[in-house]
């Protein structure tokens, strides 16, 4: 039979949840800590050096850095105050990992996806907090820096 929109019959490849989403942090578990929002970038510098008189041309690099920050809403576990406390110590910088994985089980389940992120040396940059007078919640923002990844 044809689809109704005569577009390609898809397959589906497996599935999973989302909530086998789990966040780690040094020393402190991430359960309760109602984190909503996490993004990372880890960049390397790059220059290129160009040979006068040719047209050669040289990649000089590998110097990392990167930024991470992390969204929350305040309440939840008591935990967040050793999490602050960790990577506040600029002279103790400690890795960040975030990891997902699972697959849905069962009968006919096909798919298992896991990823993990290790965001190496991260320490405590910058905490700050928001709310809007028609929202019940404050949210609190963190700040980190990073040496590198590993994936």
Known sequence: MASVFG???QAHKGSFRA???KMTFAGVGGDGMLVQQANFTVTRNVNMMYE???NNVYFVGDRKN???QLSRVVG???EFKKLVENYANVCLPKDLNLEASGGCGGE???AKGE???KLKFATLTSIGAS???EQIVVTENLGFICTDIEF
């Open 7 to 9: 577009s390609k019959t």
């Open 19 to 21: 909530e086998d989403l």
């Open 52 to 54: 006068i008189g040719s």
């Open 66 to 68: 990167g930024q991470a």
């Open 76 to 78: 939840g576990a008591a």
């Open 108 to 110: 006919g389940a096909t």
């Open 115 to 117: 990823v993990a992120y």
């Open 131 to 133: 709310v809007q007078a």
